[in-house]
C-alpha cells in the first residue's frame, strides 16, 4: 500500500511513501502498531481513493474560481444562439439566399439563372403552404379522434361499474388515469421546463462548437490527446500564415464544414470549404505548421485536395497510431487467393485491412533503399501464389535472394546482373505481348465475344486464360540496360496499356523513380503507385502521378528508417490515397515465413504446367471476314460514307478496326473487289458493290474457293485483278497493321514468336508447331 505526504531528501518533491502491511478479515484481534484492523482498513480506503478525490477537489476549485468567467460566456452563448436562430429563422421566411442569387443573376445579365432562382421561390412557397394544410389537417384529425374517444370512456364510465367491466376496458381506464395523472402534475411546471429547454437549446447553438466542458475532454480521458473537432480546426487554420483565410476569420467569417469532424477509423475526417482567395493546396503546403497546431507529427496529418480545389479534405491520426507495424499478414497460416478480388497487402491509416488489385491493375513500387518495396513485391507475389490458377514469372534484375523461397512456384525466374538475365527479362516480355494477342483471339470466339478475362474464362485450362502476374525487381536496371533498355521499355508500355483485359499483370519496383530509369508512360498509365519515403517531389509524382505532391499527397513526408514499411499509396481504393502500413514476410538470417507458405501454395496447383510443365495449346481464332462485316454495317442503306463505315466498323470490333485509317479501308475494299466512289463531294460505299463482292465471292467458293479476303488462290478462275487507279497502302502502313489484323493487308498467315527459356523453368505459353485445342 501507498502513502503521500514525505519530502525527499533536500529535494524539495513530493514522493510516495511505501508501506508494508497485510490485510485481516474482522474477526481477527490481531493489531498493527497500536491500530484496529478496521483502521487500517479505512487508511487502506483512503489511500485507495486519494487520487480521485485530489481530481474532484481541483476541478471543483478550478470550476469554482472561473464561475464569472463560465457565466458570462453562457450569457454570450445565449445571445448568439438566439441570434443564431432569428437569422435562420429569417433567412427560411424570406428566402434570403435565394434571393440573393436572383439579385446577383440580374445584375451579372444572366437571365437563365435569374428565372431559376425566382421559380425555385415560388415552387418552395407552394410547398410550405401544402406541408402547412396537411399538418393542420393531420392535427385536427388526430383531435377529433383522440376527443371521441375521450368522450365515449367518460359516457362508459358514467354508465357503467368499472367493476362490471371486462379487463382490457379496465386496463384502458388504468392508462387514462395515469396519463390524466401525469399531465396534470406536470402541467404547471410545463412553463419552466419550456423555458428552460428553450435557454439550453439556445445555448447549445450559440457555443463555440465544442464537444463539451474542457475538463470532461481532456485530463482523464483515455483519447484525450487524439480529441480533434471543429473549433480545434478552425484555430490551427487560423494560425498558419494565409492572408485571405485570416482576413476572413478576423472578420468573424466561419468555415463551412460539409462534413463535420468525425471518428474514421483510427483517426478523424473533416471537408472544409474554404473562404474566398483559399485553395487546398494553399493548406497542403502548410503541412507541418498545420500538424503542429494540431499537436500532431506531419506524418498524422494529411490535408488534400478534394473534389473541388476550394474544399479541404483533411484526416488526422490518433496519436501514435501509425508508429505500430501492421500485424501478421492474414494469410499466414491458411486460407486461398483469388486475384480477380486482390490480395491483402496492408492496413490503411484507418485501420482497415486493404486488398490489392491485381487483375485489371498494374503496378509501379518504389522508395529509398531499405524502406519495403521488395518486402510489398514480395508480398503480392506471394499471395498470387496462392491462387491456384495464375501463373508467376519473377525477374531480378540484381544479386538477391529475395525471391528464391517462391522458386518451386514460379513458371520463369532469374536472378543476377549479366546481360542474359536482362535479355531473357525482354524475351519474357515480347512472350506476352504475343500471349497477349492469342488472348485476344481467344476471347473474340467466345460466345458473347467478352471484352476481357473473367474468372469462368481463367477456371477453364483449355483457354489458357488463366492469370499471368509477370514482376520485375530494380526494374530500372532493366530500362536502363545499354542494350536491351529501348526495347524493355517499349515492349512493357505495350503490355501495360493493353495487357489488363487479357489476365496479363505487370508489377514494376525501383528504387530509381526518375524520369530517365522509369519511362513517362509507364507512369501514365499503371493503376496502382505506391511510394515508400522517397527524397523529392520528383520522385513522389513519377511514382504517384503527375501533380500530387501538389494536391498533398506526399512520400516524402516518410522518414527513413522510422516509417520503414510505411508507404502512400494510390488507386489501390476508391479514396484518393491511402496511407498503407504493409503486412512483412520476412526472409532473413534464421526466419523464414515465406517457404511455409510457398508449400502450401504448391499442393493447391490446379496444373502442374502453371510451374514447370507443358504450355498450354494455342487456340486458333477464326479470321475476321471483312467483307462480311462491312456488310452489316451498311446494310439497309444504299450507300453509306467511308468514314461512317469506318466508324461503324470500330464499334463493332474494336480491337480489330480501331487502328484502322480511312487509307486502310480504302485499301481493304479494293482487296476485296469493292471500288469506293464519289457522291455529293464524298466517298461513299454503296451496298450494291458489296453485294456483288459477296455473290463474286460465293461463286468463286463453288467454283476453285478464296481466301477469306475475296482473292483467289488457285483454280482456272485466277486472282480477281486490284483496279490499277487505287494503290495498295505504303510498306510503312503493312508494317504497322501487321498482327491481329488478318485479310487482305495480311500477305501470309501469322506466325508466332518461339519463346525463349527465359529463364530456370520453362515457360508455359504456346510454341510453334503445338497445336491448337481444336487439333485431333
Known sequence: MTSQGDLADGGGELVRQVLDGEFVSESKTVTTQGKSPLKIKAAVRSVVDLDVMIRVRSV??????????????????????????????????????????????????????????????????KARWAKLGIFLRRVLVGAAAVTTLLVLLALMDAVLDRSAM??????????????????????????????????????????????????????????????????????????????????????????????????DGDGTQAQIRLPLGVTAEMVSDRRKVLAANLGRASLETWPTTGEEDGLLDLWIADKGTLSGGAGDWPLLRDGTVDVFEGVPFGLT?????????????????GGRPGQGKTNLLRVLMVGAALDPTAELW??????????????????????????SVAADAVGALEDLLS?????????GEQSGRPPKVSRRLADNPRLGLHPIVLSIDECHELFQHPKHGKRAEELAVKLIKRGRKYGIVVLLATQSPTKDSIPKEITRNVACGVAFAVADHIANDGLLGSGKYRSGVRATELRMHTDRGTCVAVGVTHNSFELVRTFYLPFEDGIDEVTPVIARAMSDVASPRLTAGPAPKEVEATPVDHLHDIRSVIEGESRVRTQTVLARLVALNPDEYEPWTARDLRAALVGLGIRPRKSDGAMVVRFEDVADAIARRSHDDAGCGTSVDGRGETGSQGSFPAPSLDPLPSAEQRKRLSGRQTGPLVSGPATGRVPGSGGLVGGSLPTEGEAGPHDD
Not at 349 to 365: H, M, Y
Not at 435 to 443: F, I, N, V
Request: zero cysteines.
Open 60 to 125: 471543483i476549485t478550478y470550476r469554482a474560481r472561473n464561475v464569472p468567467r463560465d457565466v458570462v460566456r453562457l450569457l454570450w452563448f445565449l445571445t448568439r444562439g438566439s441570434g443564431r436562430w432569428i437569422a435562420k429563422g429569417w433567412r427560411w421566411a424570406s428566402y434570403s439566399d435565394l434571393r440573393a442569387d436572383a439579385r446577383a443573376a440580374r445584375l451579372s445579365g444572366d437571365v437563365q439563372a435569374r428565372r431559376t432562382a425566382q421559380e425555385l421561390i415560388r415552387s418552395d412557397a
Open 166 to 263: 371486462p379487463g382490457w376496458l379496465r386496463a384502458v381506464y388504468s392508462i387514462r388515469d395515469a396519463l390524466t395523472a401525469a399531465v396534470s402534475a406536470v402541467l404547471p411546471w410545463f412553463p419552466s421546463l419550456a423555458v428552460a429547454g428553450v435557454v439550453v437549446a439556445a445555448v447549445w447553438e450559440g457555443r463555440d462548437r465544442t464537444p463539451g466542458a474542457g475538463w470532461l475532454t481532456r485530463p482523464d480521458r483515455h483519447d484525450s490527446d487524439s480529441w480533434v473537432d471543429e473549433r480545434m480546426i478552425t484555430r490551427a487554420l487560423a494560425h498558419l500564415g494565409i492572408a485571405p483565410l485570416n482576413s476572413f476569420l478576423k472578420g468573424g467569417g466561419e468555415l463551412v464544414y460539409t462534413v463535420a469532424a468525425r471518428k
Open 349 to 365: 491509416q484507418r485501420g482497415l485491412v486493404v486488398n490489392a488489385p491485381l487483375i485489371g491493375s498494374n503496378w509501379l513500387i
Open 394 to 419: 519473377v525477374f531480378v534484375m540484381g544479386e538477391s535472394p529475395d525471391f528464391d523461397p517462391l522458386a518451386p512456384r514460379l513458371s520463369r525466374y532469374r536472378m543476377g546482373m549479366d546481360d
Open 435 to 443: 500471349e497477349m494477342e492469342r488472348r485476344g483471339r481467344a476471347l
